[in-house]
């Protein structure tokens, strides 16, 4: 998160990079406040914890709209925001069961994520393909175990999740969700370089062909205005050492 928010800061020209700052930033206070609730018992930390999960999702998925230059899906990302919301509300606070919301809150992820991935996979621009297959396969991968860990927390149903199954399923997947945002950082990144240098090469090519072009252009042997403008200055040059001689 401070690394992609320095790079913000210094005027980077890379689209979708302040929200995914933003995606880092806000999931590490997320997994602060999820952090102090587990350690202490306590049911609100933790709920603004994970509600710091799906923002976070969320704003990485919009990151890379912005990246392929599409609008964001705010009525998709709203519903989410919602439903998440107030599930983890009901789980945590009326029905005292942590299952039930980390079920709900996969579902969500598995839905984003799909969705970031379908459209990252038909991306077909040369410049952004191969960067998006890559976020595309990450983001797809996300989904799958989001989708797995969902339907497995289900059967895992605890009143609080203090069996050794229950935890170890969280820590895996906790684990995993750290790699896949680390993983979403360094491939945007790559992107975000990899675009700057496949246009930076196509100007460099263009202008490489205006000047051959202009260079034929002036060529003596097909450039007949080459010698009308030799003529030219021939003729003014021989007027003016005519001037000079009288």
């Known amino acids: 998160a401070v690394v992609l928010l320095t790079f913000w800061r210094m005027r980077l020209n890379a689209d979708g990079l302040l929200e995914m700052a933003l995606a880092m930033a806000i999931g590490s206070v997320g997994a602060l406040l999820t952090a102090v609730g587990t350690s202490t018992a306590s049911v609100t930390p933790a709920y603004f914890g994970i509600q710091g999960f799906v923002i ?19 009525a998709i990302e709203a519903v989410v925001l919602i439903v998440c919301a107030l599930g ?36 077909q621009r040369p410049d952004l393909k191969t960067g998006c297959r890559v976020l595309g396969a990450i983001f797809g991968a996300f ?4 989708t797995v860990r969902a339907a497995v ?3 895992a149903e605890t009143p609080r999740p203090t069996t050794l199954e229950a935890v170890s399923l969280d820590l895996v997947y906790a684990f995993f969700a750290i790699a896949v945002s680390i993983g979403w950082s360094l491939a945007f990144v790559w992107t975000s370089y990899s ?7 196509a100007a460099n090519e263009k202008l490489n062909r205006f000047t051959g072009a202009v260079a034929h252009d002036r060529n003596p042997i097909v450039d007949r205005n ?10 003014i040059t021989a007027g003016k050492h005519s001037s000079y001689s009288h």
């Not at 976070?56 to 705010?74: D, F, K, N, T, Y």
């Not at 579902?107 to 991935?117: D, G, H, M, R, S």
């Not at 989904?143 to 989001?146: K, M, Y």
């Not at 675009?195 to 090469?201: F, K, N, S, T």
Request: glycine share 6%.
């Open 153 to 155: 927390r289900l059967y």
């Open 143 to 146: 989904a799958l175990v989001s």
């Open 56 to 74: 976070g999702v969320i704003l990485a998925a919009r990151s890379m709209r912005r990246l392929q230059g599409h609008p964001p899906l705010i």
């Open 195 to 201: 675009v700057a240098e496949y246009r930076l090469r």
């Open 226 to 235: 080459y010698w009308k403008d030799r003529g030219s200055i021939v003729v």
């Open 88 to 123: 983890d509300a009901y789980f945590f606070f009326i029905a005292d069961t942590y299952a039930g919301a980390l079920a709900l809150n996969s579902i969500a992820y598995a839905v984003i994520c799909t969705i970031t991935a379908w459209h990252l996979f038909r991306e």
